[in-house]
Nanobody, 123 residues
Framework: QVQLVESGGGLVQAGGSLRLSCAAS????????MGWFRQAPGKEREFVAT????????YYADSVKGRFTISRDNAKNTAYLQMNSLEPEDTAVYYCAATRRYLSTTTSEYAYWGQGTQVTVSS
C-alpha cells in the first residue's frame, strides 16, 4: 500500500518554473515505478512523465520533453517534477501515481494516486 501527497502547485507566468513534489508513505516506495499525469478542464487525464524505481530510466510525453524533468529520492520517499519554460497549455491538475511496473505511460497500470495539485500558467 502506498499513499501519495502532491505539493508545489501554484500560479506562475508563462516562461516560469515550478517544482512539484510527491511524498509517499509505505515501505514499498523504492520498489515502485512513479508517474506524473495531468488533467485540464474538460479533457482526459494524460501522461506527463514516468521514472523507474531506481531512477535510472525515465520517459516523457512529447509535449513536455526538454522542459520537464522527473526525479526521485528514495531515501526521502519523494518524487519530483521540475517544470521549466511553462506554457499556458500546461495548466492542469497534476497527479502523481505509483505502479508496480518498471515504467508506464498508461493510467490503468497505476494502482495508487495522489489527490492532485493545481498548476496555472498565465499568459
Amino acid at each position: 500500500q502506498v499513499q501519495l501527497v502532491e505539493s508545489g502547485g501554484g500560479l506562475v507566468q508563462a516562461g516560469g518554473s515550478l517544482r512539484l513534489s510527491c511524498a509517499a508513505s509505505g515501505r514499498t516506495f523504492s520498489s515502485t515505478g512513479m508517474g506524473w499525469f495531468r488533467q485540464a478542464p474538460g479533457k482526459e487525464r494524460e501522461f506527463v512523465a514516468t521514472i523507474s524505481w531506481s531512477g535510472v530510466s525515465t520517459y516523457y510525453a512529447d509535449s513536455v520533453k526538454g522542459r520537464f524533468t522527473i526525479s526521485r529520492d528514495n531515501a526521502k520517499n519523494t518524487a519530483y517534477l521540475q517544470m521549466n519554460s511553462l506554457e499556458p497549455e500546461d495548466t492542469a491538475v497534476y497527479y502523481c501515481a505509483a505502479t508496480r511496473r518498471y515504467l508506464s505511460t498508461t493510467t490503468s497500470e497505476y494502482a495508487y494516486w495522489g489527490q492532485g495539485t493545481q498548476v496555472t500558467v498565465s499568459s
